[in-house]
């Protein structure tokens, strides 16, 4: 034992094998300012690196001579125990660094911020009632009083499918009643669009300027000034996106995230976690109160419901039919091919048409297209050959320029003029894939007179007004329509179920709801158009509007297919002899099975992979029950590979959110 003033530091290394906290000598003139959570300087291994103190000893059981602390960059305390222990739990979870993760959780220091003298941050103003959605269902007004009481129930809102239900409001209404029991809120969405929408909500109701925002898109200065509004305990609601998850709330009552489905909630980064998982441990961590909710219901969230984890708040099927839009569908049965023939070959049946002249008048029309752009990929008229460019071999597309129609290859912007197909001849062309461009041109024709809106790519509307007009988007990019679009239209459906991805049909169920969300419900004439299959299960269960019966199904298929969520899997991604070190140096439990390597495909390069590399990838399943032992071999073995100097990166995803 080492009897001295003591500081344990968290260091920024992402190296495996020095996973793991260092002590240092505090010497007498940092010993005030070296308080836990501060930020300091250190020598380790032979070069300065930042850190943070997570802890102060009075003594070290390090066996060894400590090195000094160099230098207390702030004394700010922004990394607390709870923080410490989160991040922990996350980096373990996930086959990562402590370091990986701290990188992501805590943003980095504005200096002039930090000195300022902070401003009074105003008080919320908790009103008695709140009106809303969630209170109206079944154990939604429990659910509220268990939070109003101080207590910590966990739940998942299955929300109904309609521009009359408003789950922002709801979201308000868990947050007040958890601010009544004296405990802080952190409400989390995918992306700065909704956030917007939250917080107009939450202002609304408790006041101007008593919530703390954190996103990507903020200044360094404000997001660094509302981070330590958190830290500090002044801002007792916080509102964020991903990296939010981590954000350090003052007696944390309450942690709700909105649709955990979205792809926005997985990191790009290592260690690659989802902040749906960073939810639930932090909750539990924290005894903090869960809630989950959704449009759509992803099979992570059945998983829970089944095994009794989550509680579900959802209206009964009447009443989500009575409440939902009614949805139709242009497809190829034999009264649909009776009333039009043309139902099962065309892109735009007759359907559509009906559709958008019926509620045209009543106000704007939402059509959802997957691509954005003019003609996304071209083919030959003949033979069906793809065009490529002759340069690079790329894809070529057709895209508007002052009026004319240009092909461009898609990889290097090539001009392709005066093509003919080199396997028949012919030098006529078809559009196999149509973007939102060509979309509104075909709709603008065949409505003259129509305003014709196009929101997708880089022109992203976030509203429009409650006029007649012809809204054109890709999913994710759909505008709120004042008052609730009076009709929506679901274009090239099998475009959207026909990727290769173990996801694709929960992803395109979710999307497809979120469109449903922003149409009125069918008592006041709002309705649905689908163009695709009708025997299709994920249409089918959209035309029912039951999201949470597909999600059963489809976790049902996953349980005897052996997939996410039913198994854990990991994927490991590197060259072949990287990824055979790896499987040796992991001691592996025996019920996992060795899948691969097989080329990745389109991986692509990051995560310290080499570019000019061949990349191939290894995956480990196992069954959940032996999913954490699985993960900690795996992490045990980056070490080994980390200490040996061994060569070729290898990227670690652990139950990753895209499985091709």
Request: charged residues 25%.
């Amino acid at each position: 034992m080492i009897e001295l003033p003591v500081a344990r530091c968290a260091i920024d290394v992402p190296l495996p094998h020095l996973d793991r906290f260092f002590d240092y000598e505090v010497p007498e003139a940092l010993d005030e300012a070296a308080c836990p959570g501060a930020r300091v300087r250190v020598r380790f291994a032979g070069r300065l690196r930042d850190g943070f103190v997570v802890e102060r000893l009075a003594v070290s059981d390090a066996g060894v001579k400590l090195s000094r602390l160099e230098k207390v960059i702030s004394s700010e305390p922004v990394l607390g125990e709870q923080q410490v222990t989160l991040i922990r739990a996350v980096a373990d979870h996930c086959a990562g660094t402590f370091s990986d993760v701290m990188r992501l959780a805590i943003p980095p220091r504005h200096a002039a911020t930090e000195k300022a003298q902070p401003k009074p941050w105003p008080e919320p103003s908790i009103p008695e009632f709140v009106a809303g959605p969630l209170s109206d269902y079944p154990h939604g007004a429990q659910f509220l009083e268990h939070l109003a009481a101080g207590e910590s129930p966990r739940a998942f809102w299955q929300v109904v499918a309609s521009a009359a239900q408003d789950p922002w409001q709801g979201l308000v209404q868990a947050c007040a009643a958890t601010l009544r029991s004296q405990r802080g809120v952190l409400l989390l969405v995918p992306d700065v669009k909704d956030l917007e929408r939250l917080r107009e909500r939450l202002g609304e109701t408790l006041g101007a300027g008593c919530v703390a925002v954190l996103h990507n898109d903020l200044g360094p200065a404000a997001r660094y000034r509302n981070f330590l509004a958190a830290s500090r305990g002044q801002a007792r609601v916080v509102i964020g996106t991903r990296a939010a998850a981590f954000a350090p709330v003052r007696d944390l009552g309450l942690v709700a995230l909105w649709d955990d489905g979205d792809d926005l909630w997985a990191e790009p980064r290592a260690p690659y976690f989802h902040a749906r998982d960073v939810a639930a441990l932090r909750a539990t961590q924290q005894k903090a109160a869960l809630l989950y909710a959704a449009r759509g219901r992803s099979c992570e969230v059945q998983h829970w419901i089944e095994r009794s984890w989550l509680l579900p708040i959802e209206m009964p099927s009447a009443e989500i039919r009575r409440l939902s839009p009614a949805v139709r569908v242009a497809a190829d049965s034999d009264l649909a091919l009776e009333r039009d023939p043309l139902a099962a070959s065309v892109r735009l049946p007759n359907l559509v048409f009906e559709t958008i002249r019926r509620s045209l008048p009543q106000g704007p029309v939402l059509v959802q297209v997957p691509r954005a752009g003019y003609l996304v990929a071209l083919a030959c008229q003949t033979c069906r050959t793809p065009v490529r460019c002759a340069a690079c071999h790329g894809p070529v597309q057709s895209r508007r320029r002052d009026g004319e129609q240009q092909l461009s290859c898609r990889w290097c912007g090539r001009l392709v003029v005066g093509w003919q197909c080199g396997t028949c001849g012919d030098r006529r062309l078809r559009a196999p894939v149509v973007g939102s461009v060509r979309t509104g041109e075909e709709l603008g024709r065949a409505f003259p007179g129509t305003l014709v809106i196009d929101s997708s790519g880089e022109c992203v509307r976030s509203q429009v007004g409650g006029e007649p007009a012809l809204v054109i988007a890709t999913p994710g990019a759909e505008p709120v329509a004042e008052g609730g679009y009076a009709a929506a239209v679901l274009l090239d459906t099998v475009m959207q179920l026909s990727r290769p991805d173990l996801r694709v049909a929960e992803e395109a169920l979710r999307r497809w709801m979120n469109v449903l969300g922003l149409v009125r419900p069918g008592a006041d004439g709002g309705s649905v158009a689908v163009v695709g299959p009708s025997d299709d299960r994920t249409i089918q269960a959209l035309v029912r509007t039951d999201p949470g019966g597909f999600a059963e199904r489809e976790l049902a298929d996953r349980f005897e297919a052996r997939f996410p969520p039913a198994a854990k899997f990991i994927t490991l991604e590197g060259n072949t002899r990287a990824l055979d070190e790896m499987v040796q140096a992991s001691e592996l439990p025996e019920v996992v099975d060795v899948l691969g390597p097989v080329p990745a495909g389109g991986s692509g390069p990051g995560g310290g992979l080499d570019p000019d590399e061949e990349i191939h990838r290894l995956t480990l399943r196992t069954p959940g029950s032996h999913g954490r032992e699985l993960t900690a071999a795996v992490k045990a073995a980056s070490a080994v590979r980390s200490a040996k100097k061994a060569e070729g990166a290898v990227r670690v995803r652990v139950d990753p959110a895209a499985l091709a």
